[in-house]
């Protein structure tokens, strides 16, 4: 996940920036810079494909002092990892520096246009399409904080942004759109300052402010002011921070499952970095240790889990299955280890675990073992005791889940997973290129839409309220949307204590059709898809019995809303993205209906993050 930092005021920004940096480096990156506003009005630049304290050294050498500058941490999700793709990316003419946290989705037709319109852009970046647009806004009478304003309108995607420009010094401008990952804003009797992460502001002044979507800051060594999307300027109340360090790691956020929901826009960033070509439309998972020959063996793979981690092992099997057209299936860790299965060197399993520690999976593992079958963990702890066992190991990169019940695991782990079928796919020659180009290319869509849809949290909130009543809830859905079904009851479960039943919809006339009524309402997964005609249908058969349904629909579906009670809208995605994007709306119910019932959706009652016991 990137780093940002930001200052502007009487002290050298240099040290400020690095110590910043330094901060941020718990989050992952592969390379690192700043910019500098230096004395004699320049706008001076240093990166390294790297880590922090090579670039001090760096700065150490060039002896580059400023007041005013921005420093970046990258993880790369365009363009491989070297200095021309680091951040800070330079305009034309070198008036114009910034740095950008998350994914511009259109960002390749950008880059056409300004190429015809004579920029010359240096890297493979899509960040860097972005100070161009600033550039040519500038170029045309703006000021700073109008032209990025404006050159964010033109952007499709979810993003964090901070630009600062030689012509107005002393000044740097941050704007957050969607929720691609927050701004603090930290507010310095000598100065300002801005980052990603509070940890960078807190030896400095504990008066913070966070930005919400859509909304800038513009600070000086003097002032900051706050506007809106519509460039009016606002009023933001600022934060005493007590300095703890929890409170430095919950920032705004008042527990630990809501902050990290909010995570998960950068993080399936995190995912895909270095890993996915949109360009090309091609992955690079060079953690997978089979050769083709071995991949084009294989004739079954199992995926094992527990809990959350069995839902996104059950994702995966129908991606595996649908795309490399191997036989797949998803097992219970705790029933797999006991049923004596059948493997062999031709089978390929996949233990899903967050922590790479949960006994059952890691005794699967043994079993597996024993029969020769080859091994994959998809895990978040490298050097846990499953990435040990496996052949191999593709690491989630979620970060830190401190929230007992999972949320940003999971959603990164089946974005690996879907990338992992494409990879078999390609190698076993079952996908067209035009498919497999495509099922890339969507990728690109994830942190835009988990971002607007974490933005409708006030819809969330009302459901929720009328929830808490309730005692009993039913989750539908089919195909893809079945494990998500089951993942969002096991949240309902977990936090809020409300029995909650996942179910395949298709097997409502075999038994739950006896349950419905009034008292129990549906949560009904019917994106648009193969299976909506089959989703209404079931729809019809809950409404017939007198049933309440909550459904989630993909926007601008006619006919689903005209039935049911109430609608909650999906970005328009593929089958299999639309399952993912499921999953944070069924979060957000979950966590507010938790707090509106005073239960603490951290720490659930007799649960804990890791089973390392039978």
Known sequence: ??????????????????????????????????????????????????????????????????????????????????????????????????????????????????????????????????????????????????ALLRAAGRLKGAGTFVVSARNEPGKIVGMRTGNAGGIVVGHIDDGNMMASDLLAVLPYTNKVVYLDSGEQAIITNASVIYRNGDGDVIDKEIIISDRSAESAELGAFPHFMLKEIHEQAERVASAMRGRVDFETGSLNLPEIPFTDEQIRNFDQVVLVGMGTSLHSAMMGATLIESFARIPAKAENASEFRYKNPVLNENTLVISVTQSGETADTLAAMEGAAAQNAKQLAVVEIDGSQATRMADGSLLVRAGLEVAVASTKTMTNTVVCLYMLAIHLASIRGTMSQEARKAAVSDLASLPGGIGSLISQEQTYKAIAERLVTRHHLLYLGRGFMFPAAMEGALKMKEIAYIHAEGYAAGEMKHGVNALISEDMPTIALAPAGPLHEKMVSNLNEVKARGGQVIAIVTEGDEIVPSIVDEVIELPAASEALSAIFSLVPMQLLAYYTAVALKQDPDKPRNLAKTVTVE
């Open 1 to 146: 996940m990137c780093g940002i930092v930001a200052y502007t005021g009487s002290a050298d920004a240099t040290p400020i920036l690095l110590k910043g940096l330094k901060s941020l480096e718990y989050r992952g990156y592969d390379s690192a810079g700043v910019a500098i506003q230096t004395a004699l009005g320049t706008m001076e630049v240093l990166k390294t494909a790297g880590r922090v304290e090579e670039l001090d050294a760096l700065v150490a050498e060039s002896d580059i002092t400023g007041h005013t500058g921005i420093g970046h941490t990258r993880w790369a999700t365009h363009g491989v990892v070297n200095r021309q793709n680091s951040h800070p990316h330079v305009s034309c003419d070198g008036e114009v520096a910034l740095v950008h946290n998350g994914i511009v989705e259109n960002y390749l037709e950008l880059r056409t246009e300004l190429a015809a319109d004579g920029h010359t852009l240096l890297s493979d970046t899509d960040t860097e399409a972005i100070v161009h647009l600033i550039e040519m806004n500038m170029r045309a009478g703006q000021s700073l904080e109008d």
